[in-house]
């Protein structure tokens, strides 16, 4: 039987990644839209707004949803959670305020960096960081539930977001024919309504006069995580920023839109599992007996990855010929590079907590630094060189170069037996299969469906043959599979 607190992290993941699909993935639905409706140079420019967007979420941050449950957990109960609660609500939103007003004066060369024409169109960038403001409302909402663990909100504050945003795109972009502006409109207003409910909800449930001090140890607890948390958009940034030094606009939104299937591996498993992983560490601790449920984890969520990878690299190339244009078909070679960098990026969540909950959040913060300097690097040199396939061998050895710094400083603070033996044998059968595949396509004129269908199969055959899996994993997957049954009787 896999173990209780294995299938809690399991559930946990599945509800609150139902919510990250649903915030995530009105991209993703868009893209349709976007490809048939607009030219290619917009859709480059979307996906620069797109990426702006998370640069600045991740900068406006502060790390204050991790020092929030690390607070919580000590103090959940107590008159002082709601003045931590409402502390941190009202400094995150204050905060930003600031940052985005100061920023909005260099709107000038900021909408001549998204590729956005001078004169009226300009004006798009208010909203812009309106709409950065904006999300700071619904993410502390969503942050705050998943730590109370209130999923039914969760869920349904997601899905209102989702429904909204597409809609609304759908509705200026194709009956307003609103083009660029309909898109980012369709935010503005979909995020307005959530924002205000966001405020109206936190503070009629934790309304206390707000402590400059409290949000001052929240942010000194949460700032280094500021510069861990902005590895990943400047990691996803970066390659945007010299692609446009070195390609047209054109090609970068070709790039974009193959870059976001490559992230249906972060979308459908990462952030589930970080969402539901993360509270669960911040809460139980590096107790003895939760170590060995930290390493199932990070084992189970290898092999699904694994598997989606092979999945994403045998059938990606039809299911983009269905949803878009011909002229995204030229890059979606780059897709599982893509989906193999965000499932290394996923063992991140693993190790960045033991180092956390031993109050060592500057080596982290020092872990970032060097990581984003690598990063910055590494895209220079190999975009300038290689364009488009050099951003996406950037992606991921910049990913693996990251992982394994905050690896290495895990180690030394709280080491841990993950049984990367295991893990070793596991990447190596998922290679020999896919080179298998690619090869007796490529050779022997093999169909690509049937061979691929045919490595799907062979990747859990494998796994027990090589004894990488065994009864364990076998019963637990039964007993999934029957507990799942058993609650569609019930229903």
């Known amino acids: 039987m896999i173990r209780k607190n294995i299938r809690a992290i399991g559930k946990s993941s599945l509800i609150y ?17 976007y490809t048939k409706y607009l030219s290619v140079s917009t859709v480059g420019t979307i996906a620069l707004i797109e990426l702006l967007e998370t640069f600045l979420i991740g900068v406006g941050t502060l790390g204050i949803f991790q020092a929030t449950w690390k607070s919580l957990s000590t103090q959940d109960g107590s008159a002082n959670s709601r003045k931590i609660i409402c502390s941190g609500f009202v ?34 960038i208010y909203f812009i960081l309106a709409n950065v403001l904006l999300q700071f409302g619904t993410m502390f909402q ?28 759908i509705y200026f972009i194709i009956f307003l024919s609103m083009g ?30 707000p402590s400059l001090n409290t949000f001052l140890n929240l942010a000194k607890f949460g700032a280094p995580l500021v510069l861990l948390g902005l590895v990943t958009p400047i990691l996803t940034l970066s390659d945007r920023f010299f692609l446009n030094m070195f390609v047209p606009l054109s090609m970068i939104g070709i790039y974009s839109i193959n870059y976001k299937f490559g992230m249906l591996i972060n979308m459908f498993l990462v952030v589930p599992l970080q969402r ?70 996923g063992f991140r969540p693993f190790f960045t907590p033991l180092v956390a909950l031993k109050d060592r959040t500057d080596l982290l913060g020092k872990a ?16 300038s060189q290689y364009g488009i396939t050099g951003a996406a061998l950037a992606t991921i050895l910049s990913y693996t170069i ?18 990367w033996g295991r893990m070793l044998k596991l990447f190596l059968t998922t290679l020999i299969i896919l080179i298998g595949v690619l090869f007796s396509v490529k050779n022997w004129n093999s169909s690509q469906l049937l061979a691929g269908l045919l490595g799907l ?35």
């Open 402 to 419: 990251f992982t394994t710094i905050v690896y290495t400083i895990s180690k030394k603070v709280t080491p841990m037996d993950w049984n």
């Open 142 to 169: 969503l942050a705050l539930w998943q730590y109370k663990g209130k999923s039914m909100h969760y869920v349904l504050l997601s899905l209102f977001q989702l429904l909204g945003i597409v809609c609304l795109s």
């Open 180 to 209: 660029l502006k309909g898109a980012i409109l369709a935010k503005t207003v979909t995020l307005s309504i959530i924002f205000l409910l966001s405020i109206w909800n936190i503070l009629r449930n934790f309304w206390t006069f």
């Open 368 to 383: 970032a630094v060097a990581g984003i300097f690598i990063c910055l690097s590494i895209n220079y040199i190999l975009i």
């Open 457 to 491: 199969l062979s990747f859990p055959t494998l796994l027990w043959a090589f004894r990488i899996i065994g009864e364990r994993e076998i019963n637990g997957v039964k007993s999934i599979i029957s507990f799942v049954q058993n609650k569609m009787r019930i229903k």
């Open 17 to 33: 990644g139902v919510g990250n699909i649903s915030t995530k993935f009105a991209a993703f639905i868009l893209i349709p839209v």
């Open 276 to 345: 539901g992983l993360l509270p669960m560490i911040y809460k139980q601790g590096l107790k003895d007996e939760m170590q060995p449920i930290y390493k199932d984890t990070l084992f189970y969520y290898s092999v699904i990855g694994c598997f989606l990878i092979l999945g994403i690299t045998f059938f990606i190339r039809p299911v983009i010929a269905l949803v878009t244009s011909s002229e995204y078909l030229e890059a979606t070679y780059i897709v599982p590079v893509i989906a193999a960098a965000y499932l290394i990026s």
């Open 91 to 124: 400094g995150l939103i204050v905060w930003n305020l600031i940052i985005l007003t100061i920023l909005s004066i260099a709107a000038g060369p900021i909408s001549s960096f998204l590729g956005i024409d001078s004169g009226q169109e300009s004006r798009f």
